[in-house]
């Protein structure tokens, strides 16, 4: 399938070299040397034009002596680290985005470095690493695999020998990496909308209390100015990931976000439409878990597909055939269609959210133990982490008695012996709907009894008391002087949810020996706002 190509952004990776032990640092420490500090040149890759610059920073590395631990030679007096900056040349890049910095230090087994306050910790070297240097590599708008080439070619014209960073390391490791589109402003509504995929997925995945959740949802920028869909992102840890791509394996941040500068340029301008992008979350794995070098493709993959698929659910043409489409070309991005990239797949998040709503509507029509419905109130009014003794002491329960209130219920909670959690926050809206629904149903039925007593206290025909009581129970107040029409207003429902309450109210107003005249003319207003006439829902057929 033909789909619009997505754009590098922010790129982060540790790479090692190990092929030629220290001897890449010494080459480093020798160039800056010869240059007095700094060096500047330039050179071609790929037929553009791109500028290095050699530099050095001071090192709290403790230093090893005469030699490293493993017998290598040491013959510098003070340690340093070294910066290669490598940037497109300011002629072919307006903006001056396109560019990266290689910080390269040494490493050798049982290396140490000094703390600001003397202290001296261990520097963690990889088993099996021996010698060599870690280059970590931090840029923009690069294409993923061009960073080992271009510091080869920036090493090069330095003065540094390229074979030394000819083959990353298999324990080389990526931190960061987005990819994204510019969308038109116009179309890109539908990304961060409040039913859009962005909160679909913060909503529908994350569970309720347990891991990492963050759905972040802000439509100000830094000047408080308000710009709908400002900085909306969702992150979804590996296992939610999974919920909306099945084959993915990597935790990541979907976002949709603008410039600062936004609102302070023209509508032509790029920067006023905003990217939807997607990058990964390294900080979310597992501690046995590491995104290798040799990952980058599948990386890519997931990102890429991740972005499609959130265009295409909120409904822009990711594979426009007429001009750019719903996207805007900005420096690095330049929406052209091609069949390299993956396929968008369908979210689907309305079967997760189908299927977490067949699982609470099965508990309520089952009808839940006093002790389960106690559990679910705790669960949806309290913000922090809750424990079954919590349960337990917020109602007089025994602790044993809210853990098999819960056991019933492991398709609706997330348990563990110390802890309880709702499944997901959309979860979470459905049982807090159903919780106040039933203190509002509780309400409702002692108002109506209330009602119903002060009618035959008052002598009122015991079928009126039971047209009064019919309005308590249904949420209904009734307006009815006799020198006005009558008005039903219905407090929490809609239209489409109370043509069975009128109708079932008109048998008891006709039962009463009231005018049926007078209830077919009755006004009803809705709570939200609608208007309508009783005699529509009347007549039926």
């Known amino acids: 399938m033909k789909t619009v190509q997505l754009a590098p952004h922010e790129f982060n990776a540790n790479l090692l070299f190990n092929d030629n032990g220290l001897a890449p640092f010494f080459g480093l420490d020798s160039a800056v040397k010869q240059a007095g500090g700094s060096r500047s040149e330039e050179f071609h890759a790929d037929g553009q034009r791109w500028v290095a610059r050699l530099s050095y920073q001071e090192s709290n590395i403790v230093h090893p002596g005469g030699q490293t631990p493993q017998g290598t030679d040491f013959r510098i007096e003070t340690i340093r680290e070294y910066r290669i900056k490598v940037m497109r040349h300011p002629s072919e ?21 000094e703390k600001g306050d003397g202290t001296r910790v261990e520097i963690p070297v990889p088993d099996g690493f021996g010698e060599g240097v870690n280059v970590r590599v931090k840029g923009s708008n690069i294409a993923f695999e061009r960073y080992p080439q271009l510091l080869r070619r920036a090493a090069g014209v330095l003065g540094i020998a390229t074979r030394y960073f000819e083959d990353p390391h298999p324990y080389s490791n990526i931190q960061d990496a987005e990819r994204y ?42 000047r408080g100015r308000n710009l709908p869909g400002y900085y909306h992102t969702a992150t979804l840890d590996a296992s939610r990931v999974r919920e909306a791509f099945p084959d993915h394996a990597l935790p990541k941040e979907v976002k949709h976000y603008y410039a600062r500068e936004a609102l302070s340029v023209p509508d032509d301008h790029p920067l006023a439409h905003p990217k939807v992008g997607a990058s990964l979350q390294a900080s979310l794995l597992d501690d046995d878990e590491t995104v290798r070098w040799r990952d980058l493709d599948r990386l890519q993959r997931e990102l890429d597909q991740t972005v499609l698929s959130v265009l295409a659910d909120a409904g822009l043409d990711v594979a426009p055939s007429d001009g750019h489409g719903p996207f805007v070309a900005d420096a690095y991005f330049e929406p052209a269609v091609d069949e390299g990239g993956p396929d968008p797949i369908g979210l689907d998040l309305t079967r997760v959210e189908q299927s977490q709503e067949s699982v609470v509507v099965r508990h309520l029509a089952d009808g839940l133990s006093p002790v389960q ?41 997330e348990r563990e012996y110390s802890s309880v959690s ?99 003319e009755a006004r009803v207003r809705f709570g939200d706002g609608s208007i309508s006439d009783a005699w529509r829902f009347l007549n039926t057929g």
């Open 181 to 222: 589109a510019r969308a038109h402003k116009d179309a890109s509504g539908p990304v961060h909308a409040r039913d859009g995929p962005l909160a679909a997925m913060g909503h529908l995945l994350e569970s309720d209390r347990s891991g990492y959740r963050k759905v972040v949802q802000n439509d100000d920028d830094k």
């Open 373 to 413: 419905w106690e559990a679910m109130e705790t669960l949806v009014t309290d913000g922090g982490q809750v424990a079954p003794a919590d349960i337990a002491d917020v109602h007089g329960r025994h602790v044993e008695s809210v853990r098999r209130a819960l056991r019933e219920m492991d398709d609706l909670v």
């Open 93 to 113: 890049d307006s903006v001056g985005e396109q560019d990266f910095t290689a910080h390269v230090a040494p490493r050798w087994p049982g290396m140490k470095g």
């Open 422 to 520: 709702l499944r997901s926050e959309y979860v979470a809206e459905m049982v807090h709907a159903a919780v106040d629904e039933a203190r509002e149903g509780l309400e409702r039925a002692v108002d109506a009894t209330a009602k119903a007593m002060e009618a035959a206290e008052r002598g009122l025909e015991e079928t009126m008391s039971a047209f009064i009581a019919w309005a308590a129970r249904h949420g209904v107040d009734v307006d009815d002087a006799r020198d006005a029409r009558m008005t039903l207003r219905f407090n929490a429902t809609v239209a489409s949810d109370v043509g069975e309450s009128i109708r079932e109210g008109f048998r008891v107003w006709t039962d009463a020996g009231m005018p049926e005249q007078r209830y077919r």
